[in-house]
């Protein structure tokens, strides 16, 4: 089955660099996403990866990929006071309509 | 285009209750989940429904069920609440013609919080 650990807290000062590490056990998994939860708001995908790549970059975001290990990062360049929130990674299992979240790791951007 | 809407945004029940929580979908979704997030966790997969029947359960017990309406909105019903059940209730809507095997993008909504005392 699916389980996938993430660190709790990171704190980061505006404009410099953060990074988020995920892993997951579910070497089926097709897809992996970053999504993020503002304070009372619901989730909001972000970027999310194919399974046969190595490194995704959007914009300010960067994922790279080690399914060696199982291991998803997240990396926030020039992060800015909007980017606070609690970011969750998810896999989707091989053949599954369903997503398996990470517990979520919450993201504080000092001014 | 109104994303994906739940009401209540919040209630509070006392144990032994029923509730019952509403989800319309993104307009042009017709598949809609739902998902349990606990304080200080990451959501779990409660279940999906699809042409109005429930495609895929997590593992949750029979007190949690669902439905799913011809307009492709649903409701989640809860009975017999625990204090255990207090969490924020995802909805999250997806396009099926999207298929297993490409991004399933969802959309989720702000939630159900559901405090049972």
């Known amino acids: 089955g699916e389980d996938v650990e993430q660190s709790l807290f990171l704190s980061v000062r505006e404009g410099d660099s953060s990074v988020i590490n995920c892993t997951y056990t579910d070497s089926s998994s097709t897809y992996l996403y970053w999504y993020k939860q503002e304070p009372g708001a619901g989730l909001q995908l972000l970027t999310y990866?194919?399974?046969?790549?190595d490194m995704k970059q959007d914009q300010r975001l960067t994922v790279l990929l080690n399914k060696k290990d199982k291991h998803l990062s997240l990396r926030i360049a020039d992060t800015q006071t909007g980017d606070s929130a609690i970011y969750f990674c998810?896999?989707?299992?091989?053949?599954?309509?369903?997503?398996?979240f990470g517990k979520g790791n919450q993201v504080v951007v000092i001014p | 285009d109104a994303g994906v809407t739940q009401s209540p945004t919040h209630l509070i029940k006392t144990r032994g209750q029923q509730v019952t929580l509403r989800c319309s979908p993104k307009s042009g979704h017709d598949t809609v989940s739902w998902y349990q997030q606990a304080l200080g966790q990451g959501p779990q997969f409660i279940f999906q429904?699809?042409?109005?029947?429930?495609?895929q359960r997590g593992n949750f017990p029979d007190r949690f069920s669902g439905h799913q309406f011809p307009n492709y909105s649903s409701e989640l019903n809860v009975n017999a609440l625990l204090l255990g059940d207090s969490a924020l209730y995802l909805c999250?809507?997806?396009?099926?013609?999207?298929?297993?095997?490409?991004?399933?993008?969802?959309?989720f909504g702000e939630g159900s919080r559901l405090t049972v005392l």
């Open positions: 999250a809507s997806s396009s099926a013609g999207t298929g297993l095997q490409t991004v399933g993008e969802l959309f």
């Open positions: 990866i194919f399974s046969n790549m």
């Open positions: 429904y699809y042409e109005e029947e429930e495609r």
């Open positions: 998810a896999e989707r299992p091989y053949g599954n309509n369903r997503l398996a």
